[in-house]
């Protein structure tokens, strides 16, 4: 059996809180006795609990990423920049991910709690005020990326530019001479109301009016985000008496599911339909999508550097860095025929 912090504490004929102090590296303790104790230590080969001892320094030595369907694209590059961001520190990662509601609220219970982590980063989903009311009792510092919303003021935040990317992105196509421009994203309401998907939606349509061109309600469709419910709304679009010339996704994903219906139906890309998506992950360019660029890795490495700063000053004040978007233009966009 190993030894244990008792048997140190018996054989060096100390108590348990003077072990626990040598362990801790206190001052408060004698040369003389951290010698013997540390003497015991290396004689009996005693490791002490590496949870046991975080919670003795009332730290858990852990942050918590929650984060909605995390294998997700643009969820995973994220997350490359924060694992590799927390990869240099002394604090491991807990990844919730969530895929329903009841999910959601779960793990906001779960990790509003002191003795679970010491900060946590939420990402790309919706808060209300109760929530805000669990994380500010907690006093767990709290940092927001990719969640832009008013309610979220007092709190630290990296988020994106999402209206100004979907305006960019349906500009690029009303400077082509497209007019008859769609839109494919999200659902804009429950389960999961993703403040980007609306947030490009707005920027669709403050560039259409702009033009002079008041948005269609038919030629704004939305879905899970997937490849697959891409498919089955671009499929619908062909089928219009006065289908579009361009459709703009909420994602490169959906894009892509845009792609492949426009060619199975053998129509060309771009002759025959334009098409510009979002994220700009690796595939897009393999694809030559056109698309607009989100700092998707610098994100989450921010994420995480504002986190450790607000870690080590809670009363600090909130801090909001809003990252810029940048219009890609590659191969499946041009003129209409």
């Keep these: 059996m190993p030894a244990t912090i008792r048997d140190v504490a018996k054989k060096a004929g100390v108590g348990l809180g003077t072990v626990s102090r040598v362990l801790n590296q206190s001052p408060q303790v004698s040369d003389r006795t951290r010698q013997r104790v540390q003497d015991v230590i290396d ?166 009016e702009a033009a002079g061109i008041s948005p269609c309600p038919e030629l704004h469709r939305h879905g899970e985000h997937s490849r697959s419910d891409a498919k089955i709304i671009t499929a619908e679009m062909l089928r219009m008496p006065d289908r579009p010339t361009a459709i703009f996704a909420a994602s490169d994903t959906q894009a892509i599911g845009v792609l492949e219906t426009v060619r199975e139906a053998g129509l060309r890309i771009p002759e025959d339909l334009s098409v510009i998506g979002y994220d700009d992950v690796e595939i897009a360019d393999h694809l030559g999508l056109t698309t607009v660029r989100q700092l998707l890795v610098e994100s989450g490495e921010k994420g995480v550097r504002l986190l450790l700063e607000v870690m080590q000053d809670p009363l600090r004040e909130a801090e909001c860095e809003t990252l810029p978007t940048e219009l890609i233009i590659r191969n499946t966009t041009a003129p209409p025929g």
């Excluded at 990869?87 to 779960?110: C, K, Q």
């Excluded at 919706?126 to 969640?147: H, M, Q, T």
């Excluded at 309610?151 to 990317?165: A, K, S």
């Design 43 to 208: 004689e009996l080969d005693y490791s002490p609990n590496p949870i046991a001892r975080r919670l003795s320094l009332g730290k858990t030595h852990t942050i918590a990423v929650i984060i909605p369907f995390f294998t997700r694209p643009a969820a995973v590059e994220r997350l490359r920049g924060i694992t590799y961001s927390i990869s240099g520190t002394e604090y491991d990662l807990i990844v919730a991910n969530i895929e329903t509601p009841e999910r959601r609220i779960a793990a906001f219970r779960e990790l509003a709690r002191r003795e679970r982590v010491d900060g946590v980063l939420i990402i790309s989903l919706p808060f209300s005020e109760k929530d805000a009311e669990l994380f500010i009792k907690s006093g767990i510092p709290l940092v927001f990326i990719d969640v832009n919303d008013p309610l979220l003021h007092d709190f630290n935040r990296i988020v994106v530019d999402d209206i100004e990317g979907g305006r960019k992105a349906v500009q690029h196509l009303l400077d082509l001479g497209h007019t008859n421009i769609g839109y494919i994203s999200d659902v804009l309401e429950d389960p999961f109301p993703f403040s980007a998907s609306r947030a490009r939606f707005n920027g669709y349509r403050q560039a259409l």
